[in-house]
């Protein structure tokens, strides 16, 4: 039975199949959530059942109309900065007023369908952003594990430290720390005890410590119960403008973070994905509920979310389910919570706020060459606030992203052994690039041959006019200036058009297009002129080598169908393949033809090739015309007859052409499979060939090129056969 996840959880509820991995989830999660969502409120300095209502609503509300499946919600430490400021600012009630704007602007976010939109913002700066968060809460709660309370400013904080270290509360301490010890050696706990979650297993055991332990560590006070905390929202007197901005940080930073978390989640799943719009919205409204009845501001959390995926959910109603479970804790067992010391809570956030520092986001900003953004972010969240330091680092993101986008690299050099210069212009060629193409087109010598490369994907007709008019002034003074594009922006272009960046595709169409003409020229000189243009600079050096001798490693015999190119389809360049070519890739037997018996003798005997090659391939017109029985004229037909052994051995059932008709090949390329194990025995009879193979181990092989499937096969005496890897190798090896 499907699974429909856009329905409610009620009906969801009534499908036993996925109850079953629901219900046991949904207690998983609860377990987890309970501890959290306390320590949370007590971090942000709201009521403590601030805490306790916001994970309701995040579980029953998100749970009902939430577009990620298998998200969790709830109050988030990634907000305790921002809401501790703004209670702070504020105060309680007008802090909850502002969590309902926030929520509105969440649900106006969704409607205009833009929740992708705040995916764009650089990984780096959310991951920055997360870990000044984590370091701001740890460096509060540190005060409150030593005993004292933290102060409002991280640099407060951090240089008070010290005054509480000298009067830390030893009861208190050790309560916290024996969380700590707990939570971060959890994960090495064996046998089924680890299934229990552990940060409730640290404040259990904390709580229990602290009811045995001398002295009296300082516990959380529940003023009533969670309907007792219950109020609406004050509605501020003035001030709106702040009012305002500090709802839009709320609603941006629990979108996103809702976001990220749910586009983690949908990658530890197989399930259906998240429909992003409909997530937000139903943030929004959970926002807005959360702040009308006095809670904190609700997001998806990746930690409960993660931990209902491992524990097996299937549908939303396990987080519906995971809310009921903590407003049923929170009415019958109020009366524990208040036996939890605060510095339980305190470790237990501490080591959330380390765990959001992650070493693994410091490596990847250093290799990506992002960790001036990363440290710069953190500490504007550290010690300015958390919307200045997301925009500043979000600042730098774009402007080093600017920088690496319009960044050009030029060098002149001289080319070692020669009197030549090679100038060399990658990247972007803006008037930005001016001082920088001026001071190195200035390091070439007057009356130098020069050989401008040019590797540019964006030319502006600034950089074009500045290296032209060098180029001018250097021929005035004797001097050569060839230029070579390898770029997908021309300089042909920019004289007469608006600039634009290259098609990356512009180079992969040059390199396998056939030449062209522009209708009045001959299509070869097109193809020259574009090969100058292009590529001669490239094969010149390795060409300058074999200006007084060749020494290929193979002889390639095969057809003269210009669908055949040798040196593509065997991966070689100038100077690898000694290539013959003639109709149906015959080689005649008794020397009948005087320009194949003369080849074959100066490539075995006078080159020494290692390789013969005979090469067929598909749609052969000789072959066509073998099978049709004459009908190709006098003359081809003439020719054709050296092919007639291999005529009479395709008629007699060769074992090559039974092999190419299992294959699924036609008559034609049966025959033209069989014509090459044909040439493959007369080579092997010809005594230059014999003899070089009993001297020096010459090797004679047999290909297929299929064209429509642009597949090289290999052809033995008794079959065909796929290229394997280990044989590619060994072909590799021998061939270079």
């Not at 300015?384 to 993101?397: F, M, S, Y």
Request: net charge negative; glycine share 10%.
């Amino acid at each position: 039975m499907s699974v429909d996840t856009d329905s409610p959880p009620g009906r969801q509820l009534g499908k036993f199949e996925n109850l079953r991995y629901d219900l046991p989830a949904s207690i998983v999660v609860f377990l987890v959530a309970l501890p959290l969502s306390l320590g949370i409120a007590v971090a942000s300095g709201a009521p403590i059942a601030a805490g306790l209502i916001a994970a309701v609503v995040g579980g029953v509300v998100v749970g009902l109309l939430g577009g990620s499946p298998m998200q969790v919600s709830g109050p988030a430490a990634g907000l305790t900065v921002v809401v501790a400021e703004t209670i702070n600012q504020f105060g309680w009630k007008t802090a909850c007023f502002i969590t309902v704007l926030a929520g509105g602007l969440q649900i106006i976010f969704g409607l205009s369908r833009i929740a992708r939109a705040a995916l764009a913002i650089a990984p780096v700066v959310v991951h920055a952003m997360l870990a000044g968060i984590g370091i701001t809460i740890a460096l509060q709660q540190i005060h409150v594990l030593l005993g004292g309370s933290s102060h409002s400013t991280a640099w407060k904080n951090l240089t008070e430290l010290p005054s509480e270290i000298l009067h830390l509360h030893g009861d208190d301490f050790l309560v916290g720390l024996v969380v700590i010890a707990i939570m971060l050696s959890w994960k090495y706990v064996p046998g089924k005890l680890r299934m229990l979650p552990g940060p409730l297993v640290a404040i259990v055991v904390a709580t229990v410590l602290a009811m045995v332990i001398p002295g009296d560590p300082e516990r959380i006070k529940l003023s009533g119960s969670i309907f007792d905390a219950i109020g609406l929202p004050s509605i501020p007197s003035g001030g709106w403008g702040a009012v305002m901005l500090a709802a839009l940080t709320i609603a941006l930073i629990a979108s996103v973070e809702s976001l990220l978390s749910a586009v983690a989640v949908d990658k530890m799943q197989t399930g259906p994905r998240t429909n992003f719009d409909r997530e937000l919205v139903a943030q929004g409204v959970a926002n807005a509920t959360s702040g009308l009845i006095g809670g904190l501001p609700v997001t998806g959390v990746i930690v409960r979310s993660a931990t209902n995926v491992e524990a097996g959910a299937k549908t939303r109603a396990s987080a519906f389910l995971h809310g009921i479970w903590i407003l049923v804790f929170s009415v019958a067992l109020a009366g524990l919570v208040q036996q939890i010391p605060k510095s339980a809570l305190a470790g237990l956030l501490i080591v959330i706020g380390i765990q959001l520092v992650k070493l693994a986001h410091i490596r990847l900003a250093r290799r990506t060459g992002d960790l001036l953004v990363y440290g710069v972010t953190v500490l504007g969240v550290v010690f300015l606030n958390l919307l200045e330091g997301v925009l500043i680092g979000l600042l730098l993101a774009f402007a080093l992203l600017l920088w690496r986008v319009v960044r050009v690299a030029v060098s002149a050099t001289p080319v070692a052994g020669t009197d030549r210069w090679l100038v060399s212009v990658e990247g972007t060629a803006t008037f930005l690039a001016l001082p920088k193409l001026s001071s190195e087109l200035a390091k070439v010598p007057t009356g130098a041959d020069v050989l401008v490369e040019m590797s540019v994907d964006f030319l502006d007709h600034a950089a074009y006019e500045s290296i032209q008019d060098w180029a001018k002034q250097h021929e005035s003074t004797g001097g050569t200036v060839e230029f070579v594009e390898l770029g997908t922006a021309e300089m042909a272009h920019a004289g007469s058009a608006p600039p634009k960046r290259g098609r990356a595709g512009a180079l992969l169409d040059d390199v396998l297009s056939p030449w062209r003409g522009d209708g009045n020229n001959n299509p070869v000189t097109s193809g020259v002129a574009e090969y100058h243009r292009r590529n001669a600079h490239v094969v010149r050096p390795h060409l300058d080598e074999l200006r007084d001798s060749q020494n290929p490693h193979s002889m390639f015999i095969t057809c003269a169908d210009s669908r055949i190119v040798p040196n593509v389809i065997t991966n070689s360049g100038p100077g690898d393949l000694f290539t013959i070519r003639n109709v149906g890739n015959l080689v005649p037997a008794n020397g009948r033809d005087t320009s194949m018996e003369a080849s074959l003798v100066f490539a075995i005997d006078a080159l020494e090739v290692d390789h013969v090659v005979v090469c067929g391939h598909s749609s052969c017109g000789a072959m066509k015309a073998l099978l049709a029985g004459g009908s190709a004229g006098p003359s081809l037909g003439n020719w054709l007859a050296n092919a007639r052994p291999s005529l009479e051995a395709f008629q007699e059932g060769h074992p090559v052409a039974r092999a190419a008709a299992e294959a699924g090949f036609g008559a034609a390329d049966q025959l033209s499979m069989v014509n090459v194990a044909i040439q493959l025995d007369t080579l092997r009879f010809h005594p230059v060939v014999r003899q070089a193979i009993l001297d020096r181990g010459l090797t004679v092989s047999g290909l297929f090129f299929d064209i429509g499937s642009a597949r090289v096969l290999e052809v033995t005496p008794d079959g065909i056969s796929e290229i394997s890897e280990a044989r590619r190798s060994a072909l590799a090896e021998a061939l270079h």
